[in-house]
């Protein structure tokens, strides 16, 4: 079994920065893909980014590429989530998900993931 835990969220103005973490216990996760998707109120949830096991690829939204990086550090069994310039249109819950090694399907999908945390709210309001 894996948790996953969001930690990092706030209030923060426009323009401004701050990094999510997710952390996670569990042995798979090392070898699993990573993924961060995020909701507002009223809307469905959405992709943000991802990154393979290794770190060597990683996937974004177009509305987030450019001002948000993806990264992971396998050793301490954490995910992060810099995100760069945000937006009022930023403000949602961030959700952090893991796919199982083996799972086939886009990254971009949230239904390719196994395992998810509670979520971090980002509210960016001036």
């Known amino acids: 079994q894996v948790q996953l835990v969001e930690s990092g969220g706030g209030l923060v103005q426009p323009g401004d920065s701050l990094r999510v973490s997710c952390a996670a216990s569990g042995r798979t996760f090392s070898a699993g893909a990573m993924g961060w998707f995020r909701q507002s109120p009223g809307k469905t949830r959405e992709f943000v980014a991802a990154i393979t096991w290794s770190g060597g690829s990683t996937y974004y939204a177009d509305s987030v590429k450019g001002r948000f990086t993806i990264s992971r550090d396998n050793a301490k069994n954490m995910a992060y989530l810099q995100m760069n310039n945000l937006k009022p249109e930023d403000t949602a819950v961030y959700y952090c998900?893991?796919?199982?090694?083996?799972?086939?399907?886009?990254?971009?999908?949230?239904?390719?993931?196994?395992?998810w945390g509670q979520g971090t709210q980002v509210t960016v309001s001036s």
């Open positions: 998900a893991l796919r199982l090694p083996g799972s086939s399907g886009s990254p971009y999908r949230g239904a390719t993931y196994n395992y």
